[in-house]
């Protein structure tokens, strides 16, 4: 265990201490691993002590594949070969008992990961809705599906079969949220799982363990922490795994990928690195602009991959949109997270300041100018308050690198081709938001940003919701498409049954179909 001379937590709100737990093969451990302690940024001092949670080693990642491995039994166990129907009733016997660990569980993000009190809610309601949603979307494919099919003489139904095992790694700004939006459709699908928590938000998984435990049966979820970078390589290069679900840079993703012994077999989903550009364009309806700016920068201190991440604004208005950015960046609540209609709050890793400060020294140096040095870039523990800069140079790191954090780059522009040219040479391809009115200038630059991104916003910030939206990105942004009806489809493969449509044919197809033989060749329809 770290040492730790961690404060005793005060007296509102309080969190249970977490002992440290994992699910490997439907057992529920709390011993035989390391473990490491776990605080809060969130205290006026010294980090606050929330618990305990597991850091293990590679043989017990292999341990939690094997389990998986074991459960998929190659595509023949209990759960890749049930109904569809009695996955949907195990999930969602699942997600009840989720719902009434709510309160716990949001308690958790909010003291791990620093997210405000109401967008931890948030994103406990959202993951239930994606829950709610991935049911019903898997009921009508599967609806669709049972339909068959005529032609070429032929007489088929296509179903969609699970891939196999997957490994299934959630970010740490929406630890909850993120990780089950490939959790949830990889589980459904028939697809058995191993889940290795992000870097912060761990403690919230434990009070869900007892509910996989029960819903899933033995080694279909299986679930643990440990430090990536030491122990996912020799579980993926056991060559257990079928599937990568991965939200995290595309530099670990690489490292990954390149671990794998049979590459062709190995499926990824990956949603990565995002630069996302605002453009606010001469006429554009300023006050709405920085509003929107405002809220894509800086929503969950900036730490998200769809946060705008690089705002350029044209000359004529630039002044107008900066001063009012800074007047209301200084003025936004910040404190703890607790707080009512607080907005900035403490940043959930200790090193994250000094490099967000590194950022903007660098931008300085390169002729960028900190619009609002009174509080800009001032830190209280690990709060580091929003940093606006103006005049910011296309070679400074904060032009071109992730910021993931509350520093908002503005660089100044006279022609759309200088802008349209970052984005082109951009190494992501998420998002970008446009703000502007004149439907002769937007039609033109839609047109020619649509094959450099997913997502062209208009008047508004990048974001990933509503869930039922496609969720991807070109370039190094992300492989695969994840929303909830392509998730469904990116963790499973369409698999068919076909007979000869003449009465031979006919006889063996009626005969399985009407004694229900089959659980995959079925006309059994989930309601
Ligand atoms: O970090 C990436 C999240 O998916 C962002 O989702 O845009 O709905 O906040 P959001």
Partial sequence: ME????KVLPAFPEVPKMKGAILINGEILTEGFASREVHSTCASGEPVLLGTTPNVDAAMLLRAVDAAHHAWAKGQGDWPTARMEDRINAVSAFRDAMVARRELVCRLLMWEIGKSWLDSQAEFDRTILYVNDTIEELKRLDRDSTRLQFAGGLVAQIRRAPLGVTLCMG????PLNE???TLIPALIMGNTVVVKLARFGQLLWEPLLEAFRDCFPKGVVNIINGLGREIVAPSIQSGKIDVLAFIGSSRVASQIKAEHPNPHRFRSILSLDAKNPAVVLADADIDNAVSECIK???????????????????RSVAAEFTKKMAAKIDALPTGLPWTPGVQITPLPDLGKPAYLQSLIDDAVKKGATLVNPAL??????????????RGVSLDSRVANEEQFGPVIPIREFD?????????????SGAQVSLFGRDPNI??????????????????????RGPDVFPFTGRKDSAEGTLSVYDALRCFSIRSMVAAKQDSAGKAVVRGILEK???????????I
Avoid: W
């Fill in 415 to 427: 022609s759309i081709e200088e802008v349209e040219d970052y984005i082109v040479h951009s190494h």
């Fill in 516 to 526: 229900d033989t089959s659980r995959f060749f079925s006309s059994h329809v989930v």
């Fill in 442 to 463: 937007l039609g033109g630059m839609i047109d020619r940003l649509a094959n450099q991104v997913c997502r062209i916003n208009l008047n508004s910030q990048c974001q």
């Fill in 376 to 389: 800009g870039g001032k830190v209280e523990g690990t709060l580091f308050h929003p940093a606006l800069l």
């Fill in 179 to 181: 990780t089950f939006t």
């Fill in 296 to 314: 894509g920068s800086l929503s969950f201190n900036g730490q998200r991959c769809t946060a705008l991440k690089m705002l350029f604004v044209h």
């Fill in 3 to 6: 040492n730790s001379q961690a």
């Fill in 171 to 174: 970010p740490f700004n929406y």
